[in-house]
């Protein structure tokens, strides 16, 4: 029985992915931080007769230890885990900037720093697998936004925006520096773009930018049963190269400054040096 992790498992795409393998027979371990869609998803589960099969731990990823200690948990409970699915995320497009109580920015911590450490520290894992694969669900192929080499916290020019795109750059480049740091892995490792999809996304933005949302959502948004399928088929027969990337079906070019080798690699020893660093400290 092949084991997926899921964070953000318990709502939108992450838990239209977790229901849809578990119909198949596999076992789920969603993460997320509210307990209430946590017990919602077992609901769910138990529901399609599959109880036995899905887990849910709560953890708040914009937390470094707590990311460290999920890893933790996961590597002893789950000695293999076939597919780790990264879809935990949450916009703060508009309004100030917001540090973590470890001093990281809100988009930098939860949408890059907890991949990161879940992509890395569960590697042992993976590697137990037959076919491991890692789905890192964002947004490459999308030319917006950039690194902010000297200020990657946003620390001097703050928008929310900037720092949502840096976290979709970031994550590009996390998988090239995977693969990179990683030549012997037989992990596939794949940056994934959903296209715009109905989730409760937009119920988390301010208004009227919520508002807004949504009414283009009605407009252009497929639904999240149309946007799993494409995604569980990566899962379970993930390419043959260490690292790829697609928006939906279709396989981008991996020639863009989005996948720059040295880039990657540069981002990569940053984020290690601000992932060693005391709390508060040199960020
Ligand atoms: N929907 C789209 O149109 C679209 C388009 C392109 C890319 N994407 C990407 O696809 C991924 C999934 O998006 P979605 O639309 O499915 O999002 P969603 O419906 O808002 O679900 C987000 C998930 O992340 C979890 N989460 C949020 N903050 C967390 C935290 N601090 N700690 C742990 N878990 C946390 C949520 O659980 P809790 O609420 O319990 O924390 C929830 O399970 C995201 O990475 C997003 O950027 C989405």
């Avoid at 990566?234 to 996948?259: C, I, N, V, Y």
Wanted: a positive charge; charged letters at 20%; proline letters at 7%.
């Amino acid at each position: 029985m092949r084991t997926i992790v899921i964070t953000g498992g318990t709502d939108g795409l992450g838990k239209g992915l977790a229901l849809h393998h578990l119909r198949r027979g596999d076992r789920v371990v969603a993460v997320g931080s509210t307990p209430a869609k946590g017990r919602a998803l077992l609901a769910a589960a138990a529901h399609g007769g599959a109880a036995d099969r899905a887990a849910f731990l709560q953890a708040d990823l914009t937390s470094v230890a707590a990311t460290r200690e999920l890893t933790a948990a996961l590597l002893d409970s789950h000695p293999r885990i076939d597919a780790l699915v990264l879809c935990a995320n949450r916009y703060r497009i508009l309004g100030p900037r917001h540090l973590t109580p470890e001093g990281f920015e809100h988009s930098f911590a939860l949408a890059y720093l907890s991949r990161f450490v879940l992509s890395h520290g569960l590697r042992t894992a993976l590697e137990a697998a037959p076919r491991p694969v890692v789905l890192n669900v964002g947004t490459p192929g999308v030319p917006l936004g950039r690194i902010h080499w000297d200020d990657l916290q946003l620390a001097r020019r703050y928008s929310g925006t900037a720092a949502t795109l840096q976290s979709f750059r970031a994550n590009d480049l996390l998988g090239v520096a995977f693969a990179a740091r990683h030549p012997h892995s037989r992990v596939r490792y794949i940056a994934y773009n959903p296209g715009v999809v109905a989730t409760g996304m937009p119920d988390h933005l301010p208004q009227p930018l919520r508002a807004l949302t949504k009414a283009a959502f009605r407009v252009i948004a497929a639904p999240v049963a149309k946007a799993v399928p494409p995604m569980s088929g990566l899962l379970t027969d993930p390419p043959a190269e260490p690292f790829t990337a697609f928006d939906r079906t279709r396989r981008l070019p991996l020639s863009g400054t989005a996948f720059d080798r040295d880039a990657a690699l540069r981002l990569d020893d940053i984020t290690r040096g601000l992932l060693d660093a005391p709390a508060g400290k040199g960020r």
